[in-house]
């Protein structure tokens, strides 16, 4: 589905995600046409990596990793890559009776297990497969094992020849529904087969049809695959029957705290979970209950694995595609490669000859995400900063994102490069939780910093981040140090404060921000990795308003409305009260509508109103000289604070932003928070 969909023109892939499209038109509205643009064509730049399924042995382990150890021979979900990181809640021990060419399908095995346990078979029971292709002869196995008769239906001849030499009956797809209902039914003994496992991909909903004429009474039908759900009311409703989606490998699939954080799921209250199916199929591998032998149509090479992909996508025979790797790694990891905190370095040297800009003052950018490749980065390198190593933890998107903006080189881990002698600054666009310390190192290191948003998530941060620099200030080091509080900087902004200073006077400020909701599994709702929204975003919104009353904050409050028990908060209003006499209200609200403009800020003074519409149109009342002003597009002043930055380290002047409003602006949101 991924070949296909990457190999699908521009229109094609449109057709595939129809809600994407909507979710387009709307941004048009709110963002404008050329912001949308640029948002669209650089998600559909992002690298997806390739494959899910793999066997090998661990060569490093996280300090708190309990249950294995280096050496271990294991089967992961991670991608196909000579070098993976996972949880280790998605690894499992291969049993030394099962080969790597067995233990390689445990993953896919699952997600037919997952299958099979939402439809709870029982010894005897009938069962109907839909689709014999990889997932679909594995299901057909499992369901064998557990003592159920099986029919097995495909339009492939040879694979209907396989199943039925695991012991199914079969039927060829291309006899009509009809056929294919009133065999089903012969094969149930004419009351209808128990259960319906659908293992195809079609945009048909016939299948879903065929499915509940052939089911008994309260007959469960489960769907694996992907297949049109155009459902006939009366098909289900005569025969109560039970319909329910299967979520890849089972319990913990997609959630945060498993997958991520390793918080296992008490086996009394979830018996099976994602690693607990893999460990079940991996037992059924070493007790020879499924063969995987004959599923294995095409191996090749890791060196070949383009031939592989084009195979899958043409070969409408293939099965089980196995790609090897050589007991030697391919490339020079004896040199390039080492392990600082258990972490695995890998550098690749992108060698971009058109890069210029090096001989400048020269960056490393730790992160390579949605927000540092599509924003950050074009700005910087707009400013003139030399792109020297681009840093991100998944190696192919650092690589590709490298290559596109032509840094020198991309590697896994930012340790090596802090006392690097050509890099000059740093800028750190990770997940919050890791600004502090990496922002601590570098400032050790000598290096100018740029962090994102927001400087630190807790008490403890900020204060090492304060000690650490005044450490290097009373050693006369000038440590620069600047957070991405771009809003100060656009355009827009700065004619407001320019027209302020003319007749200064207490601002009456109101600041609507409609943020619309965030998952709750998302990192940023996330305490302890991203502070949740009213430190990781509220801080830019607060600094704004500092920086347009010219005057430290000393007195705030807040209040919110909680969702679901969410300590996050994601509705809320703070007042804020400043040292001229100006007042503030910042208003942060996800409950809203998404046609609504992102950010309204309206400022009430000394008989003048200043409105600003996210960032695009700015409107004063009251002002002769300065009645309209309007941009293109959104115009937030990303490219102008990086250049302020870059000047700051070129003219070795006063960080943009003091270090003192800084740590007020943090501060602040840390007394907010709950």
């Known amino acids: 589905m991924l070949l296909e969909f990457g190999q699908a023109s521009l229109l094609g892939k449109i057709k595939q995600q129809p809600d ?24 559909l730049d992002q690298p997806i990596p390739l494959g899910y399924c793999n066997v090998g042995k661990i060569i490093a382990i996280g300090p708190k990793v309990k249950n294995f150890n280096i050496g271990d021979r294991v089967i992961s979900n991670g991608p196909h890559a000579e070098i993976v990181t996972v949880s280790e809640n998605l690894c499992a021990k291969i049993p030394d009776q099962v080969t790597d060419d067995q233990a390689v399908f445990t993953i896919i ?28 002869l594995l299901t057909l196995q499992l369901l064998k094992a557990q003592g159920c008769q099986v029919m097995g239906i495909d339009f492939d001849q040879s694979r209907c020849d396989l199943a039925k030499s695991y012991g199914a009956q079969v039927i060829n797809g291309s006899i009509g529904s009809e056929s294919i209902i009133a065999q089903a039914l012969a094969f149930s003994k004419n ?26 009474k309260r007959g469960r039908v489960i769907l694996i695959g992907v297949v049109g759900l155009e459902l006939s009311r009366a098909d289900f409703y005569e025969k109560e029957l039970s319909f329910q989606v299967s979520c890849s490998y089972g319990p913990g699939r997609y959630e945060n705290n498993y997958e991520q954080k390793n918080m296992d799921y008490p086996i009394g209250f979830v ?21 995987t032998q004959d599923l294995i149509t095409h191996q090749y090479l890791i060196t070949q694995a383009e031939e592989a992909y084009s195979t899958l996508t043409t070969h409408k025979s293939a099965l089980g595609i196995i790609l090897n790797y050589p007991d030697q790694p391919l490339s020079q990891l004896t040199q390039d490669t080492q392990l600082i905190f258990n972490t695995p370095i890998y550098t690749d ?68 490069f802090l006392n690097h002698p050509e890099i000059q600054a740093v800028a750190i666009a990770t997940q919050h939780h890791q600004h502090a310390e990496q922002t601590i190192l570098a400032l050790k290191n000598h290096k100018a910093v740029f962090v994102e948003k927001p400087l630190a998530i807790n008490q403890t941060e900020l204060d090492q981040i304060i000690q650490t620099y005044t450490d290097l200030s009373s050693k ?45 599994d998302h990192w940023t709702q996330d305490l302890e990795s991203g502070g949740g929204r009213l430190i990781g975003e509220a801080c830019h919104f607060i600094d704004l308003l500092v920086y347009l009353s010219g005057a430290k904050i000393i007195k705030s409050n807040l209040i919110s409305i909680p969702i679901n028990n969410n300590p996050t908060q994601d509705i809320f209003s703070i007042q804020l009260v400043f040292s001229n006499g100006s007042i503030g209200s910042i208003h942060y609200f996800a ?84």
């Open 20 to 43: 994407k499209v909507r979710q387009v038109l709307n941004k048009i509205k709110t963002d404008g046409l050329l912001t949308t643009l640029e948002a669209v064509k650089s998600k």
């Open 109 to 136: 095995s699952a997600i037919g297990l997952q299958g099979i346990r939402l439809a709870n078979p029982t010894m005897g029971e009938y069962f109907v497969i839909f689709g014999l292709g990889l997932i679909g």
């Open 191 to 216: 009351q209808g087969v128990d259960g319906v496992i659908i293992t195809a991909s079609t945009k048909s909903s016939e299948l879903m049809h065929q499915a509940a004429q052939m089911s008994r």
């Open 271 to 291: 018996r099976w979970t994602e690693q607990r199916n893999f460990e079940a199929i991996l037992n059924l591998f070493s007790e020879q209950k499924i063969s």
């Open 349 to 416: 040297h992108i060698n971009n000859k058109n890069n210029k800009n090096h001989k400048t003052i020269s960056f490393v950018f730790i992160g390579a995400g949605n927000y540092a490749s599509r924003v950050l980065i074009p700005a910087f390198k707009k400013a003139g900063a030399g792109l020297h190593t681009l840093i991100s933890k998944k190696g192919i998107s650092g690589f590709i994102q490298a290559r596109k903006l032509k840094f020198i080189q991309t590697s896994t881990n930012y340790l090596p």
């Open 476 to 520: 006369n080091s000038k440590p620069l140090l600047m957070v991405g509080f771009n809003r100060r900087f656009s355009p827009h902004i700065q004619k407001i404060k320019h027209s302020l200073l003319k007749n200064p006077g207490p601002l009456s400020m109101i600041y609507t921000i409609n943020a619309g909701l965030i998952n709750k």
């Open 591 to 674: 409950n809203g509508h998404q046609k609504f403009p992102k950010e309204r800020l309206e400022i009430f003074t000394q008989g003048k109103i200043y409105q600003l519409d996210n960032f695009r149109k700015l409107i004063v009342y009251g002002d002769s000289q300065l009645k309209k002003f309007k941009t293109k597009s959104i115009n937030k002043g990303q490219e102008e604070c990086t250049q302020a930055f870059i000047d700051s380290i070129k003219n070795q002047s006063p960080a943009p932003i003091s270090f003192e409003e800084l740590v007020h602006v943090t501060q602040v949101c840390l007394d907010l928070a709950p």
